[in-house]
């Protein structure tokens, strides 16, 4: 198998467009690399370029599967790892809002608060409306 291309510059700018959009300040984020099993029938782990940042007492990754292919979660220790529900995504831009959407989901949760039982204030992310 080729190696898997590295996030593109057009990428990176949207992820830290989205993520600016959320957090409404410039979040720092790395490039990193993680070893995955995508062949679920095979043992094999492949290098996938990914996409790191940590906000909100949360650890956020993006990892690129292939072209238009990625996979992301979210955690807060190793023993606590979160993903979306969804295994791969093909645009990346929703993977990060989903990704995004569930983690301000399940923060909410963790702090008692249930969905519209709440008042938003400037740091919380709200997602579209769906019609």
Request: aromatic residues 10%.
């Amino acid at each position: 198998m080729s190696a898997i291309p590295d996030f593109t510059e057009a990428e990176q700018q949207l992820i830290s467009e989205i993520l600016l959009e959320r957090y409404k300040r410039l979040v720092p984020w790395q490039l990193a690399e993680a070893e995955l099993q995508l062949d679920p029938g095979s043992q094999q782990l492949t290098l996938c370029p990914t996409f790191y940042w940590s906000e909100r007492h949360a650890e956020f990754i993006v990892c690129k599967l292939g072209a238009s292919r990625f996979r992301c979660q979210f955690f807060y220790s190793e023993h606590e790892q979160f993903g979306t529900g969804r295994d791969i995504y093909d645009d990346l831009g929703d993977c990060v809002v989903t990704l995004l959407q569930v983690q301000a989901d399940h923060e909410r949760g963790r702090s008692g608060v249930h969905a519209g039982a709440i008042t938003p204030d400037e740091d919380e992310y709200i997602g579209p409306t769906l019609i």
